[in-house]
């Protein structure tokens, strides 16, 4: 028997997967329980209809992060931070920084863990971050450090 779940079975399959179980273990654990639905044409096109809204969804998201990489690209981030003579700054300029100055300066919220940094950032002078802003769709931003 076809049957669709409403959830995550260890060793069954994912939510909203398809899959063949024997006819005892669908109609006496699977249904019972409501972790599956049987695979009628009017579950399927639910299920067809909810996949689309996904997809329409995350095509969205993706089409939304490209803009904000375009944007992001152009920018010149300028952080302030004290600094010693030779160029060292004192302190650091972290990943929860830059993520606040974007805010403040140029309305573009970002998740400081999107923000790839192996480390602050401890010199002054120009540095290119990458930032991952959805899956296959990073943005290079420059940061400039300087002394203030």
Known sequence: MKVILKQDIKGVGKKDQIINA???YA????FPK??????NAENMSKLKAKQDSNNYKKEQEKQEAIKISEKLS???L???VKSGENGKIFGGVSA??????????????IDKKKIELKETIKTLGTKTVTIKLYE????NL???????
Request: glycine letters at 4%; hydrophobic letters at 45%; a negative charge.
């Open 136 to 139: 296959g769709v990073n943005a």
């Open 34 to 39: 409501n972790m599956a639905v049987e695979a």
């Open 142 to 148: 420059k940061v400039d450090v300087i002394s203030n």
């Open 22 to 24: 024997s006819d005892g």
């Open 27 to 30: 109609r006496n654990f699977l």
């Open 96 to 109: 929860k920084e830059i993520a606040d100055l974007l805010e403040k300066e140029y309305e573009i919220k």
């Open 74 to 76: 152009k920018i010149m």
């Open 78 to 80: 300028k952080v302030p």
